[in-house]
């Protein structure tokens, strides 16, 4: 198994551009989610999925939109780019029962720098 | 006040060395707790789960203290190996919180040769 993959690994942009970082997972887990990790910051929750056409938002959902059409993808786009959402971007998958949690598969992570 | 706080650090211990580590939670109704370990620009990777009666996996010993709303993990026998940021999570069990987790923000570790 491939686990999460996440591309581009690497990311510029300008102020004001677009993107989709992609995510997917080939392990059949029922939630995905985004996060973004900045310096001193922890990880933040930007949205979250427990199942195909299910999105919800997270903690600093702004600036970004999901979509989950399928169980294996989980892309995340940046409407308009801004300095602030220069960050390391961390795609996750899991189990979700009962409303809990088990153990967080990453991916290696997105590298975005915006100019 | 943050949800969950840890020491940022950094710990720098010899070899051989025992470490610990603690974390406070603000949410006394959270349900499920673990430690990660993420070595520098890479993704974060379970280490263990925090069992209430407490666990241990080899050198490492997790412990779960609800009364005072911390988690500790413990370290023996240092390896230079081990050298990481440890993240603490929990798991809320509350309305419209159950399915997120939050992360401490990380505590460094240096194991010197």
């Known amino acids: 198994n491939a686990g999460v993959t996440q591309t581009p690994k690497f990311q510029v942009l300008k102020t004001g551009q677009s993107m989709t970082l992609q995510c997917a997972q080939d392990m059949n887990h029922e939630y995905m989610s985004w996060y973004r990790q900045d310096p001193g910051m922890g990880l933040r929750l930007i949205h979250y999925?427990?199942?195909?056409?299910?999105?919800d938002q997270g903690e600093v959902p702004n600036g970004y939109n999901v979509s989950r059409s399928t169980t294996e993808d989980f892309p995340l786009r940046l409407l308009s780019a801004a300095p602030s959402q220069t960050s390391v971007y961390f795609c996750?998958?899991?189990?979700?029962?009962?409303?809990?949690?088990?153990?967080?598969?990453f991916g290696p992570g997105t590298r975005l720098t915006v100019l | 006040r943050k949800e969950v706080e840890q020491d940022p650090g950094p710990f720098n211990v010899p070899e051989g060395a025992t470490v610990a580590f603690n974390c406070t939670y603000s949410n006394s109704a959270s349900q499920s707790f673990f430690w990660y370990r993420q070595d520098c620009r890479k993704e974060p990777k379970l280490l263990m789960s925090?069992?209430?009666s407490g666990n241990e996996d080899g050198r490492f010993t997790a412990q779960l203290n609800r009364a005072s709303q911390y988690i500790s993990l413990l370290i023996r026998d240092s390896k230079l190996s081990d050298s990481a940021t440890y993240l603490c999570v929990v798991n809320p069990f509350s309305s419209g919180s159950a399915r997120q987790l939050t992360f401490g923000s990380g505590t460094q570790l240096t194991v010197l040769p």
């Open positions: 999925s427990v199942g195909a056409g299910i999105t």
């Open positions: 925090v069992y209430s």
């Open positions: 996750a998958s899991s189990y979700h029962k009962s409303g809990l949690l088990n153990e967080q598969f």
